[in-house]
């Protein structure tokens, strides 16, 4: 599940270092996948959107059996 996780945020990324920031899968367990914006992304006042609307729904489309993001 991890590699097609990584999979997805490599789908992702390219957005999110054109605005200068990056998404780290920090860990996956029991269906949770943590993640963590970092540089620009990090300190967005728009992470949430960002998280919510672009890495997540990335992700879920690639990995339908994950039940939650969780972002650090």
């Known amino acids: ?28 367990k029991d269906g949770v996948v943590t993640v963590r914006l970092t540089g620009a992304c990090g300190s967005c006042p728009m992470s949430t959107l960002t998280l919510r609307m672009g890495v997540e729904r990335v992700i879920r489309e690639e990995v339908p059996e994950i039940k939650e993001l969780v972002a650090v």
Do not use: C, Y
Request: proline residues 4%; charged residues 35%.
């Open 1 to 28: 599940m991890r590699d097609r996780i990584e999979a997805a945020l490599n789908k992702i990324r390219p957005s999110l270092w054109a605005d200068g920031g990056d998404a780290e899968l920090v860990d996956v």
